[in-house]
């Protein structure tokens, strides 16, 4: 299975601002999708890091909220833009094998809005 | 709306017991169906999963059961460890993309 790091592993950020989570795989990898745990929730697919094009989110989900980069096909950036305290959750960085369906997360970035 | 359906939302276990989780799901077009396992402060790790041409699939003391006619799949936990205690989600896969169960908290006691 690849090793995901993700960076920071936590922080706490005022209202109103933003912040960058990185995502770097030790290997190249076809996916990279990030999901969003809100606190004591299941997991939701926010939107699949293209490399090369612009990422495709899911419903409830929007570009100027979270954009996305991927200009390679070890590392993909997630930023959570013009936070509110509803933003505060576990955002998790998955990466999908190239043969097989596997799916593996990162350690996940523990946000907290306040 | 929640296209993976997980039950029971906690179970507590004695050391030694079988825990088993539930999911049924509605989309036909699903096509991998894994378990995470996830402790506190950690990222989801898989556990073990299975297509839906199978069955039954067992590793270690996990084993997944497959009704692909039913819709429905589950994970038995045999003689579980206190070390099994965690919160488990069940998840379907279509292109990759992962739609995730609620969630079940396992609780083994000694």
């Given amino acids: ?3 995901i790091s993700q960076k920071p592993s936590r922080d706490i950020c005022q209202r109103g601002t933003s912040l960058t989570i990185q995502c ?3 290997s190249q990898v076809t996916m990279m999708f990030w999901y969003r745990q809100q606190p004591g929730q299941s997991l939701t697919l926010i939107a699949t890091a293209n490399q090369g094009s612009e990422a495709t989110y899911e419903s409830g989900f929007v570009i100027d909220k979270f954009p996305i980069s991927r200009p390679n096909l070890t590392f993909s950036t ?3 833009s013009n936070m509110s305290p509803e933003d505060s ?5 998955s990466v999908a094998s190239g043969t097989g369906s596997e799916a593996f997360f990162g350690q996940g970035t523990r946000l907290t809005v306040v | 709306q929640q296209q993976v359906k997980q039950s029971p939302q906690s179970l507590i276990v004695q050391k030694g017991g079988i825990s088993i989780i539930n999911c049924a799901y509605e989309n036909t077009a699903f096509d991998y169906f894994p ?3 996830q402790f506190p402060g950690k ?3 898989l556990l073990i999963a299975i297509r839906p041409d199978v069955s039954e699939k067992k590793e270690g003391r996990f084993t997944i059961s497959f009704n692909k006619s039913a819709k429905q799949f589950s994970l038995h936990i045999m003689d579980s460890q206190p070390g099994d205690s965690a919160t488990y989600f069940c998840a379907a896969s279509m292109m990759r993309k992962l739609q995730f169960g609620a969630g079940t908290q396992v609780v083994v006691t000694p």
């Fill in chain 2, 43 to 45: 990222g989801p790790a």
């Fill in chain 2, 35 to 37: 378990w995470y396992q």
């Fill in chain 1, 24 to 26: 770097q795989v030790d």
């Fill in chain 1, 78 to 80: 997630l930023t959570v």
């Fill in chain 1, 89 to 93: 959750s576990i955002y998790l960085c």
């Fill in chain 1, 1 to 3: 299975s690849a090793v």
